[in-house]
C-alpha cells in the first residue's frame, strides 16, 4: 500500500532570547531581509525542544536556560515564501554571542530600541510577549 502525504505547512521554531538586558535579534543572511527573531526548520525526526536548541546554537552561538513554549503562530501568510507554522519559545542565553548559519550577525537589542526593518511575524511577536 502507497500512502500519500498530505501538503502541510513547514514547522519552524523562533525564540526570544533574553541576553544581557534585551533579546537577541540576527540579521538575516538570505531574503527576507531584516533583524528577526532567531529560528528555523525542525528536522525530521526531531522535537521542537531539540529543535530550537540545535537552531539557537547555529545562529547565535548561545545555550539556552529556563526554556519555555511561548506561543504557536500560524498565519498563512506569516512568511511570504510558504506556509511556515512557528513554536515560539523564551529563553534566557548563557555563553558569548556570536551570529552564525543563517545569521550575517546576532545583536542584543533593548525591547524599546527595535530596528525598523523585522520580517515576517516578529515584530508581532515580540509585542505578544511584551504584553506577557
Known amino acids: 500500500m502507497t500512502w500519500l502525504l498530505p501538503k502541510t505547512p513547514y514547522l519552524t521554531v ?4 533574553r541576553y544581557k538586558g534585551g ?3 540576527i540579521e538575516r543572511r538570505h531574503p527576507p531581509e531584516g533583524w ?5 526548520f525542525v528536522e525530521i525526526g526531531e522535537t521542537v525542544e531539540n529543535a530550537v536548541q540545535r ?8 545555550d539556552l536556560n529556563n526554556l519555555e513554549q511561548f506561543r504557536v503562530y500560524s498565519d498563512p501568510k506569516r512568511d511570504p515564501r510558504f506556509h511556515t507554522v512557528s ?10 554571542l556570536l551570529g552564525g548559519s543563517d ?5 542584543v537589542f533593548k525591547l524599546d530600541e527595535l530596528p525598523k ?4 511575524d516578529h515584530r508581532k511577536i515580540i509585542e505578544d510577549y511584551t504584553k506577557n
Open 14 to 17: 523562533d525564540c526570544i532570547i
Open 23 to 25: 533579546i537577541v535579534l
Open 36 to 40: 528577526a527573531l532567531p529560528g528555523g
Open 55 to 62: 537552531e539557537m546554537k547555529e545562529e547565535t552561538g548561545l
Open 87 to 96: 513554536v515560539v519559545f523564551t529563553a534566557d542565553g548563557k555563553g558569548v
Open 103 to 107: 545569521a550575517k550577525v546576532a545583536k
Open 117 to 120: 526593518e523585522i520580517p515576517f
